[in-house]
């Protein structure tokens, strides 16, 4: 690999061929490694070393297999170069906007393949150690949220106190997600659920603080508000999928007209 400059530092060597430091970088970003972790640089400087050895003795003692593996070598950067190209070109093209008309109208030609798995809810879930007296200050009332004034309080209180805290009601979360650190097992989920519970208990060493706003049943289609990120990237693919189809002939045929072509056969 060529230095991109003189100060390039030089991370290792195998005969005369050099790996540097940027084109090391490059690399193992491109495989989705860590250059700063020395760990992975390390690993990577140490295969990328007997993957060299490798190809210095082919092309040294074996010269016909190692055309072949030039041959295949060329054959497979080709491919790389339309990839990117094609990338290049569709992002250009792509708009990611997608409006609120749009997003309406795939839910509602859609809503049977966005049926529900899991509840979903609108939630309260406080989290506390159980050597704390709750009770003194009022979260066993305020947790209830019969006014903004509660609210308030147990926002206060979860500050300074909580283990672990969610609320919003405005937003909804699968119920699994929401209770993924609650032990649940002695319970009916469902009775939870469809009563709206509020309730609080205790296990060796936590009080958990329940309280369901609203939910949404399972095999029901959930809001649009919450799949309204997931509908406007499959809206988005599906025109980067349409641009792929109808720009690849069409990018093939400028680009032969800028590099000439010549068949022998």
Known sequence: MVSCSDSDKVLATVGEVELTESDAYVLMKHRGLDYN????RRAFVVQWCNQEVYKQELQGKYPKEWKLVQLRSDAYSGDLAQYHLEEIRVRKM??????????QTYYDAHQDEFLLNDYIVKALFLKIP??????EENVHLNYLLKNDKDL???NSFAK?????????DSTWIYF???????PLEKYNVDNIVLNRTKTYFSDDKHWYFLNIIDYKLKDEAPP??????RIRSII??????????????KLLKELKKKHEVNIHI
């Open 37 to 40: 972790n020395k760990e992975e």
């Open 94 to 103: 792509l708009d990611t906007v997608v409006s609120n008309d749009e997003l």
């Open 130 to 135: 159980k050597e704390l007296d709750f009770k």
């Open 152 to 154: 308030a309080e147990i």
């Open 160 to 168: 300074l106190y909580a283990q672990d805290y969610y609320f919003d």
């Open 176 to 182: 699994d997600d929401l209770t993924k650190d609650i």
């Open 224 to 229: 649009l508000e919450f799949l309204k990120d």
């Open 236 to 249: 988005v693919s599906q025109r980067l999928n349409d641009i792929r189809e109808k720009n690849e002939t």
